[in-house]
Nanobody, 113 residues
Framework: QVQLVESGGGLVQPGGSLRLSCAAS????????MGWYRQAPGKERELVAR?????IANYADFVKGRFTISRSGSNVTLQMNTLEPEDTAVYYCNGIFRGANYWGQGTQVTVSS
């Protein structure tokens, strides 16, 4: 089993920044990809950013160069800048290890003045 634990969410004003971190632990034999998804109230969960085992990053169009994903070992970080109220959601860490999909418990990000 693999556990993913997120940290770093919170309340921030529009235009501010937050840094989300996710630490994976457990039986991690190989990492296929890690990433971040988000789910706002009444909406479906959507991809924010993903980074492959080779370090290739992909971003959702709405990121618009504001977010940066990085990975070090089995830890993945999402640096979010110029946050907008529309970014308010629960953010989930995702990891694909040996083809199996794992999720963290989620961390709330609220962008409001």
């Amino acid at each position: 089993q693999v556990q993913l634990v997120e940290s770093g969410g919170g309340l921030v004003q529009p235009g501010g920044s937050l840094r989300l971190s996710c630490a994976a632990s457990g039986r991690i034999y190989s990492i296929n990809a890690m990433g971040w998804y988000r789910q706002a109230p009444g909406k479906e969960r959507e991809l924010v950013a993903r980074i492959s085992s080779g370090g290739i990053a992909n971003y959702a169009d709405f990121v618009k160069g504001r977010f940066t994903i990085s990975r070090s070992g089995s830890n993945v970080t999402l640096q979010m800048n110029t946050l907008e109220p529309e970014d308010t959601a629960v953010y989930y860490c995702n990891g694909i290890f040996r083809g199996a999909n794992y999720w963290g418990q989620g961390t709330q990000v609220t962008v409001s003045s």
